[in-house]
């Protein structure tokens, strides 16, 4: 599966500009790719003002994304802020090259910028299948939390989209490597580059990991798009000749 991870810059609270942006560079995107992964809130920066920015699925972006997976027959994620019933979530989007969408709602909010105040937490995990790989997509914080990543589904690909400041990139880097290695998945992060409104700085370091802990793709600290061709066959037998997997703990998840 060719995967392209998108690492841009992003308007604050400005979806159409950012639509306009992802949009060009996926224009780019070689004609092979599977897989296209965008960063968390790729339409607005990590805002906590939801009720100035947030969507329905019906909405613009969503559209905009459906359009574009059809149009460039491949799958599109990326989380962005949705509101549902009266409440606000930070919600990854699978979109299938048919316009079928999954989504995953960040279950570990970020309480250090209040994001348990302004959005409602997700209740469980995503699996999905896509073109005979086993996805798990989760968002940021997550990473920080081993025990809801544990792979007791047999996931081949972990997938993180973030907006990850530099102050602590070297924990992205770290924990991104110990997903993978104690997982025996490939593992992709995709963060942001640029300042946001509050003045972070976010280096990006973009990157994909695979099941035995070496870089397919390299932390990249600058805008681009970059591709990883990830190899299942390879994953597999690495699998079954180490069986790590197998000896794994068995616990109860609350």
């Known amino acids: 599966m060719k995967t392209a991870l998108i690492q841009i810059p992003l308007v604050w609270e400005d979806p159409k500009s950012n639509r306009a942006y992802i949009e060009q560079k996926i224009n780019t995107l070689e004609v092979d790719t599977d897989l296209v992964v965008l960063p968390e809130m790729f339409t607005t920066g990590f805002t906590m003002q939801p009720e100035r920015i947030a969507e329905t699925m019906h ?3 969503v559209v905009w994304m459906q359009a574009l997976a059809k149009a460039k027959n491949c799958a599109i994620t990326g989380s962005l802020v949705i509101i549902e019933e009266e409440n606000y979530y930070n ?3 699978f979109v299938f090259p048919s316009g079928a969408i999954h989504y995953y709602n960040k279950y570990h909010l970020f309480t250090l910028a209040g994001e348990d105040k302004s959005y409602t937490k997700g209740i469980q995990k995503l699996i999905i299948e896509y073109k ?3 996805i798990c997509p989760l968002i940021c914080y997550d990473l920080r939390f081993p025990v809801f990543a544990r792979n007791v589904e047999q996931y081949d690909l972990l997938l993180y ?3 990850w400041p530099t102050i602590r990139i070297q ?3 770290t924990l991104l490597k110990a997903r993978a290695v104690e997982n025996m998945s490939y593992t992709i992060g995709v963060n942001r ?3 946001d409104e509050k003045d972070y700085d976010y280096s990006g370091h973009s990157q994909v990991v695979d099941f035995l802990g070496n870089y397919a793709i390299v932390p990249q600290e600058t805008e681009g798009v970059f591709y ?3 190899d299942k066959e390879a994953l597999l037998q690495t699998r079954t000749k180490l069986g790590f997997l197998n000896d794994q703990d068995t616990f109860e998840w609350k």
């Open 132 to 134: 005979g790989w086993k």
């Open 228 to 230: 990883a061709q990830l």
């Open 59 to 61: 909405g613009e972006t």
């Open 91 to 93: 919600r990854l989007l």
């Open 161 to 163: 989209v973030a907006n």
């Open 171 to 173: 924990a992205w880097d």
């Open 193 to 195: 580059v640029g300042k």
